[in-house]
T-cell receptor, first 114, second 114 residues
Framework: AQSVAQPEDQVNVAEGNPLTVKCTYSVSGNPYLFWYVQYPNRGLQFLLKYITGDNLVKGSYGFEAEFNKSQTSFHLKKPSALVSDSALYFCAVRRTDSWGKLQFGAGTQVVVTP | DGGITQSPKYLFRKEGQNVTLSCEQNLNHDAMYWYRQDPGQGLRLIYYSQIVNDFQKGDIAEGYSVSREKKESFPLTVTSAQKNPTAFYLC?????????????FGSGTRLTVV
C-alpha cells in the first residue's frame, strides 16, 4: 500500500529553537516528495520538494528537508523557528500506482511560542 | 500571474439547497482536484479530473457532483444529499506530464449551512 505518515498531530517549540516535523512514506519505486504549509483559512502553499539529487533539499522561508531512503523518511526542518511559522504542515508523496496523484499525510500542527 | 482562483471565499447554504463552488486555473494544468477539509483535519479527496469531460470519484464523493467542460474550470456542486456540508473546500491543479507532479492550490471556499 502506498501511504505517507505524519506521526505527530502537533509539535510545540519555543521561538529560536530548532523545528522538526516528521514524515515517513511507503511507495514503490523512486519517490517524489513534497511539503506544503497551510495558514488559517488559506490554501496550501508549496514549501519544497525532493525529486532526485541531493538528499538535503532547501525550500521557502528557511525550511529544509532531508530525504533518507533507508529510513523512508522526509523530515522537515528549520534551524530557528519563528512565531510566524505556526501553521499546519502537510507531507505528500506522489503515488506510483496511479498517474501522478499525490497522497497527503494527515498534517502536523506546529505551534511556536514566543 | 498564473494561478488558481476559487470563488466565493465564503458561502452560506440553506438546508435542502444545492450550491456550486467555482474553481478556475490559468496554469494550463491537465489535472484538477477537489478536497474537503474539516476543522483541524487533513484533506479528503472528493473528485478529480485528468482531462476534459472526464472525472473520477475520490474517497468522499457522495453528495457532490462535478463537471469538466473546459480545461480551465472544475466547478463543484454540493447537493442537498450531502448531509454535513459545512467545511473548507480546496481546489488544486497539477501537470501530468513533463512536470514534477506538485499541486497548486486555490485559497479555498468556506461553506456554512445556515
Amino acid at each position: 500500500a502506498q501511504s505517507v505518515a505524519q506521526p505527530e498531530d502537533q509539535v510545540n517549540v519555543a521561538e529560536g529553537n530548532p523545528l522538526t516535523v516528521k514524515c515517513t512514506y511507503s511507495v514503490s519505486g523512486n519517490p517524489y516528495l513534497f511539503w506544503y504549509v497551510q495558514y488559517p483559512n488559506r490554501g496550501l502553499q508549496f514549501l519544497l520538494k525532493y525529486i532526485t539529487g541531493d538528499n538535503l533539499v532547501k525550500g521557502s522561508y528557511g525550511f529544509e528537508a532531508e530525504f533518507n531512503k533507508s529510513q523512508t523518511s522526509f523530515h522537515l526542518k528549520k534551524p530557528s523557528a519563528l512565531v510566524s511559522d505556526s501553521a499546519l504542515y502537510f507531507c505528500a508523496v506522489r503515488r506510483t500506482d496511479s498517474w501522478g496523484k499525490l497522497q497527503f499525510g494527515a498534517g502536523t500542527q506546529v505551534v511556536v511560542t514566543p | 500571474d498564473g494561478g488558481i482562483t476559487q470563488s466565493p471565499k465564503y458561502l452560506f447554504r440553506k438546508e435542502g439547497q444545492n450550491v456550486t463552488l467555482s474553481c478556475e486555473q490559468n496554469l494550463n494544468h491537465d489535472a484538477m482536484y477537489w478536497y474537503r477539509q474539516d476543522p483541524g483535519q487533513g484533506l479528503r479527496l472528493i473528485y478529480y479530473s485528468q482531462i476534459v469531460n472526464d472525472f473520477q470519484k475520490g474517497d468522499i464523493a457522495e453528495g457532490y457532483s462535478v463537471s469538466r467542460e473546459k480545461k480551465e474550470s472544475f466547478p463543484l456542486t454540493v447537493t442537498s444529499a450531502q448531509k454535513n456540508p459545512t467545511a473548507f473546500y480546496l481546489c488544486a491543479s497539477s501537470i501530468l506530464t513533463g512536470g514534477d507532479y506538485g499541486y497548486t492550490f486555490g485559497s479555498g471556499t468556506r461553506l456554512t449551512v445556515v
